[in-house]
Structures are given as C-alpha cells and as structure tokens.
C-alpha cells in the first residue's frame, strides 16, 4: 500500500451537516494508531466496530470488544476505545445531541421526551441494528440525500434502537451535592482560570479529599474533567469553523500547541482533522 493511501486509512473523517445539527459522524478505517485517554461526551455516543478488535474501558469496566459489535455510552460515561496489541481495527462512531434523542426514545414509549433517559446497554450484537447503523451512516454521507430524508432515517433507527434496548435503571449511587456542584461549576467555568484552591474552597473539602470523592463519582480527577470540559467546548467552536489558534487562547489553553496536544490525547484527532 501506497504511503499515502495507508495515511488516508488512518486519518479520521468527520461529517457534519448544518441542516442536521443533532447528529455529528466519525470514521477511521485503520485505528493501529489511534490512543484515546479516558474521556467523556455531553452527547450520546454510539459506535459499530466494523473490523477487528478493540479493548474499550466503560467506566470501571474492560471489554474485549469485536467486528459486527455496536458500543453505546450515555453522556458523562468515562470510556476509552483503544486498539488490541497494535492489531488492525476500524470503527464509525455517531454522537447525537440527547434532547433530540429524547423524542425518539419518547416515539418508542419510554417517555414523555422531556428529558433523555440513559441506556442500560453498554454493548450490542444485534444484527438489524448494526445494519440499520450502517444504513444510517451511509444515508447521512450520502450528498444527493436531501437533509429531510436523512433526518427520517436518523429518527427511525434511534427509535428503533430504543425499542430493542432497555432503559438503565435508576442510579444507586449515593448523590453527593457538593461534588455534583463542583462538576457543574467546572462545567459552566471551564474557560476561565480554575485553580483547585478555588475549588476546595468551593466545595468546603480539603484538596485530597475533594480530589479522591470527585474521581469516584466522576471517573476522572477535577483536573481531568476540567481539560476534557474545555475540550468539548473547543469542539463546539471548531464546528463553527473558528480559527483554531483563537479557540486555543479562548478555551483557556496556554497556547495553540497546548490545545492540539489534550484535543488529539482525547479525540484521537487533531483539531485541525475535526474543523475540516
């Protein structure tokens, strides 16, 4: 294989669509080099491995996960999609806004749609979905589809993905307010210059103890959640096609290097490859 070809297998693609702004689609065709750290999306996100092998970490859960196999992570699950021993393997991933989603899973009679209700599944083999998945894909890629259909299409597999599934249960994991305060500060600060001294001071906690509660409920450090908040806010920009040296200073990063560096450690692309 040509060097550029085997590039071009490497490189992610990304497809968004201004009239559809619910849905957002990724592609790579060979993922040897892909290296996601544990991160998390305010979208829910559904991915089909559509050849070999992934080692994907759920939380505090590790699947072996394989070809014809579709992963699902509601939004705030911490997760990480990596390859097995450097083996070839290939992966398309949707991320879907969960107020639009809402409506499907209401069309399905899981609700009323006034609020998305997580899935219990992690990980489904089933395979009407996965070719529905699939259908979807190549509808949404499709430049002579109008958006109206695209949009039909969308709904009716997310419905139908609802119907097969099963909706998670209620968490059982006690509610601590001043944690859930503190993610939340962090969430609607996250471009400004947050210190964990602040933070402490904040939730009334000392560092270790903020620190160690924080990683429990949430999976990742107030640091981690931090970077990874920002992240997703550089992602919204990107899509607006802002430059990417600006999104670096407004997001709060030192600089455009810095950005580029957390943006390709979570993503797997560089913010160059996802503004397109």
Known sequence: MALSSQLDVATPKFWRDAALPFIEAREIQDGRGVCYARHTHQTFSIGAITGGETICLHGAQQHRIGAGSLVLFNPGDVHACNPLDGQPWSYRMMYVD?????????????????????????????QSLFDGYHDLYAVLLDAQVAA???????????????????????????????????????????????????????SGLSMAHMIRLFKAHYGMTPHEYLLNSRIEYSRTQLRQGKPIADVAGDAGFADQAHLQRVFKKLTAATPGQYRG
């Open 98 to 126: 969960c107020q639009w989603l809402a409506q499907c899973q209401a069309s399905a009679g899981w609700s009323n749609g006034a609020a998305f209700q997580p899935f219990s599944t992690v990980m489904s083999v089933q």
């Open 148 to 202: 109206a259909y695209k949009a039909e299409v969308a709904q009716g597999f997310f419905t139908d993905l609802a119907r097969q599934l099963d909706p998670a249960l209620k968490s059982h994991k006690a509610p601590h307010p001043a944690i859930d305060q503190l993610a939340l500060t962090i969430r609607e600060n996250c471009i400004q210059p947050l210190k964990l001294d602040d933070l402490c001071r904040a």
